[in-house]
């Protein structure tokens, strides 16, 4: 009995409470204001570092996608090419940052460097890499042989002096030519 008399008192000390109390107090307020902070924040947070990713995701198959075709291109012209005509093929060459073949057609053709800035790679007059993109080491090498081999590489790459956004994926195949 004692109980029941318990609870009767204490919720009607609940009721009065409620109806008296119209609105917040100021800890109320605060606490509900710093919560709403904090979930903004993280919010954002993860906002802006799924975009960040999205755009590097982006800039590497960029990357990537160019430096595949310039290599594809420069080693099919110099597979099919007729001859090489320098660097000279040799047993220990050196690293070359040029090429010059004539191709099936008998045209000569120029794989080089736009500048000694390193900045892209240039197949006579068209340029194989992109101008946002730049190419900070290139090299070919040639073997003497039967057939002679072509060492191409070259390393690519987007906004590499951003720590944060910068990186460089590098590109290397050897190319026999088909005209032994």
């Known amino acids: 009995m004692k109980n029941k008399k318990f609870f009767t008192h204490y919720s009607l000390l609940i009721t009065h409470y409620f109806r008296r109390r119209r609105g917040f107090t100021l800890i109320e307020i605060l ?7 904090i979930v903004t924040v993280t ?18 198959l960029e990357v990537k996608q160019v430096g595949d075709s310039a290599i594809s291109t420069m080693a099919n012209k110099i597979r099919g090419a007729q001859e090489i005509i320098s660097p000279a093929c040799v047993s220990t060459p050196s690293e070359e940052i040029y090429i010059d073949i004539i ?3 008998g045209n000569g053709v120029t794989f080089s460097l736009e500048d000694l800035d390193l900045d892209r790679i240039k197949m006579g007059d068209r340029y194989l890499t992109s101008e946002d993109l730049e190419v900070t080491a290139c090299a070919f090498k040639c073997f003497e042989g039967s057939p002679e081999v072509v060492e191409i590489s070259f390393t690519l790459g987007k906004n590499i002096d951003d720590p944060l956004q910068g990186f460089e994926l590098d590109f290397m195949t050897s190319v026999s030519l088909r005209s032994y």
């Open 43 to 60: 919010a954002t947070g993860l906002f802006t570092y799924s975009l960040r990713s999205n755009q590097k995701t982006r800039a590497i």
């Open 31 to 37: 606490i509900a204001v710093s919560i709403v902070g």
């Open 103 to 105: 191709d099936a057609d």
